[in-house]
């Protein structure tokens, strides 16, 4: 390895650039200074804590402790699934939702990729296990996120659309299936944006992380081709995965638009 | 068709006959849950009680059938294509023509339609289906004088050659008493038979 490790005052260099966007946003009153600073000390807090949980897990290789990091990686994207949506399904119906999506797209696919493709041994190796799994669940979080926050805010605004087309004896999934097709897509654009602009435009993290450790420049060009075709085959799938259901949950068994079920609006 | 204590949380204990052929007219101030009741009886809000058709109940009808069946007119129309004729299952010539239409019409486009044309267009689509019923959110609210007497005979002959009962929603007392056969009232979510 031929890393350059970084010290506390590179770092604090860098905490400077950021400090300095936030007094120009005080000063354009911009009113993000505050969830700037805020949202730099989470990332400094929580990639610190996973810093140590990551050393820990590497310390002791045992699927339990994987498993363990991995479910509690799950339950906090589905919350920020929940937190990115304007209006979304109220209490456990829109947690789920997320987390049903994602755990049969992101899950799935970090599971096959470790256990048919890298093939390491053991299979859940946290090495590769964690990070795989954290790059798919933070793109899968994404395409739901946005697939979901479509639907609800389109089903809201043309509420009147969707009923008049049930007035006229179509089925739920008649009435709502231009929606649904539209939040699908939105869900899918980033992702296959991304694969457009890879390498010509943005050199993706990963990549870019493993060429910094030292790593043999095509060494890592196959490793991100193949994340690439991981996160798009999860967001994918998972956005599919997540429309449908949100798209159903939005009708009851009579076929009626419930509205109600959705929770928060513009504020 | 029968309502047995319909209850929604606008209107209570909702009791009304309408037989096959009849039209009976629907009065009542803003807010009073006209609107509602009509929505409870297309099965579109929840709802307490029992709505039946010739003896069978809404429960026994899939919820899109029995919207066919009882078809429900809005007082807005809402389109969701770019023309007209996309939005229809059929088109019955001799109605078109009946509300001043022609196939023509079928190629027009949504966004030049004015509101009036677009409410009767909303009739056609909605008979375009033969329901059973009409349930009828004020038809003619948006309609020139000759529009409503056409709109107004249209229904008419529906209602005899489809032998349709008719629930129709109206602020114009000499329109009720034109084309009403009962006429109801509501108040305070209560249904009375009008004087």
């Known amino acids: ?267 | 068709m029968s309502i047995v204590g319909l209850s929604t949380h606008t209107v209570e204990a909702i009791n009304l006959e309408l037989a096959a052929g009849e039209c009976v007219c629907l009065a009542g101030p803003s807010g009073a849950g006209k609107t509602q009741l009509l929505r409870a009886i297309a099965d579109l809000d929840p709802h307490h009680g029992e709505v039946m058709l010739d003896g069978r109940s809404a429960r026994n009808f899939s919820a899109h059938e029995w919207r066919r069946a009882v078809g429900l007119l809005p007082a807005e129309s809402q389109w969701w294509m770019d023309r007209i004729g996309d939005h229809f299952s059929r088109i019955d010539e001799a109605q078109w023509r009946a509300l001043g239409f022609s196939a023509d019409t079928a190629d027009w486009q949504v966004s030049r339609c004015s509101t009036g044309e677009r409410q009767r267009l909303a009739l056609l689509r909605l008979l375009a289906n033969a329901p059973r019923v009409l349930l009828l959110d004020e038809p003619t609210a948006s309609l020139d004088p000759v529009s409503v007497v056409r709109v107004e005979q249209l229904i008419a002959d529906y209602r005899q050659q489809q032998q349709a009962a008719v629930l129709w929603v109206s602020h114009d007392a000499a329109q009720r008493a034109r084309v009403a056969v009962r006429e109801l009232s509501i108040e305070g979510g209560r249904l009375r038979e009008a004087a």
């Open chain 1, 1 to 267: 390895m031929n890393l350059i490790s970084l010290s506390p005052v590179d770092l604090s260099l860098a905490a400077l650039l950021v400090l300095a966007l936030a007094g120009f946003s005080w000063w354009l009153r911009l009113g993000m200074e505050r969830r700037l600073l805020v949202a730099a000390l989470r990332t400094t807090v929580q990639l610190l804590l996973i810093g140590v949980i990551l050393k820990a897990l590497f310390e002791h290789v045992q699927l339990a402790w994987v498993t363990l990091t991995a479910l509690v990686m799950l339950a906090i994207a589905g919350r920020e699934v929940m937190a990115r949506q304007q209006r979304r399904f109220a209490g456990w119906r829109g947690y789920g939702l997320g987390v049903f999506a994602m755990f049969v797209s992101a899950f799935a696919v970090a599971l096959l990729a470790l256990l048919v493709i890298i093939g390491n041994r053991p299979w859940y190796q946290p090495q590769y296990a964690i990070p795989l799994l954290g790059m798919l669940l933070g793109n899968t979080m994404n395409g739901i996120a946005l697939g979901l926050d479509r639907l609800t805010t389109g089903a809201w605004q043309q509420r009147a659309v969707i009923e008049t087309r049930l007035m006229l004896g179509q089925t739920a999934n008649e009435a709502i299936a231009d929606m649904r097709w539209e939040a699908m897509r939105v869900g899918m654009i980033p992702i296959v944006n991304a694969m457009a602009a890879a390498g010509v435009v943005s050199l993706p993290g990963m990549m870019t992380g493993q060429i910094l450790a030292g790593a043999a420049p095509f060494e890592a060009v196959k490793y991100q081709i193949l994340i690439m075709f991981l996160i798009t085959a999860g967001t994918g799938f998972g956005t599919m995965v997540a429309v449908w259901r949100g798209a159903s949950d939005l009708f009851d068994e009579r076929e009626r638009l419930r509205l109600e079920r959705l929770v928060g609006g513009k504020s």
